[in-house]
């Protein structure tokens, strides 16, 4: 079983609990295998807890209304925790969770999390102190995005591809993507159309910014990728 301070050590909800607390959190916590292209959860489910992402990367999405667009709200690697909201108010699933890599996760049950809310009522004051940071960052996250380029947003998008499923390449300037990355994934983390990507994946293609030896594997020149994810829109 992961250790309190392994669990808690990236910033989410629960960062900074005492380790007394963090240590009856972890106490019997069952483990949980997700196999890559599978579900951990949907939409919409009965929420009765969270995970700790151990090993393996995850894709957090919503669907529109009518079922057809998706947008990724995030990609996650090891050390995130996913679905801590519902610790709080034990609501349905607000997205979908679904792995991009054989995952392994640890499973923390909200029924113990409100058991030691009610022992130490000032835990409450942390949560709501993590709630505020959280809604600020998101304020200025998408205030940021509001002025990139189209081109900005693509890259930005390849590059959480590529800090979760790339390997180093043949220079300390290449990251390796050796798994297939759909175009309407990249897109929905970019937040723009499809074609929009597949049109820019193109043209840097042709100025060497990417290169691609099949649909699996892509071979990124990160200086030069990043320097895209620097454009604003004009």
Not at 126 to 154: G, I, K, N, P, Y
Request: net charge positive; proline share 4%.
């Amino acid at each position: 079983m992961v250790g309190p301070t392994r669990f808690f050590a990236s910033h989410n909800l629960l960062f900074g609990l005492p380790r007394e607390y963090s240590s009856r959190l972890l106490a019997k916590a069952p483990v949980v295998f997700v196999k890559q292209g599978k579900t951990l959860f949907e939409i919409g489910a009965a929420a009765d807890g969270c995970y700790y992402l151990e090993h393996g990367v995850l894709k957090v999405s919503i669907a529109s209304p009518e079922g057809g667009a998706e947008r990724i709200l995030a990609i996650l690697g090891p050390g995130a925790i996913v679905g801590e909201l519902a610790m709080i108010d034990g609501l349905p699933r607000s997205a979908t969770v679904q792995a991009l890599r054989d995952s392994r996760l640890t499973f923390l049950s909200r029924s113990t999390f409100l058991e030691c809310l009610q022992d130490d009522p000032k835990i409450y004051s942390h949560l709501v102190t993590t709630l505020v940071e959280r809604l600020r960052q998101t304020d200025e996250e998408v205030a940021a995005a509001s002025f990139l380029s189209l081109e900005a947003r693509v890259a930005r998008a390849l590059l959480q591809f590529a800090k979760y499923l790339g390997e180093p390449g043949e220079t300390p300037d290449q990251i390796i993507i050796r798994q297939r990355i759909r175009q309407d994934d990249l897109a929905a983390l970019a937040h723009v159309a499809r074609e929009n990507a597949s049109r820019i994946l193109s043209v840097w293609r042709k100025r060497k910014v990417i290169e691609q030896s099949s649909a699996a594997i892509y071979v990124i020149h990160k200086t030069r990728l990043e320097r895209e994810a620097a454009k604003l829109s004009v």
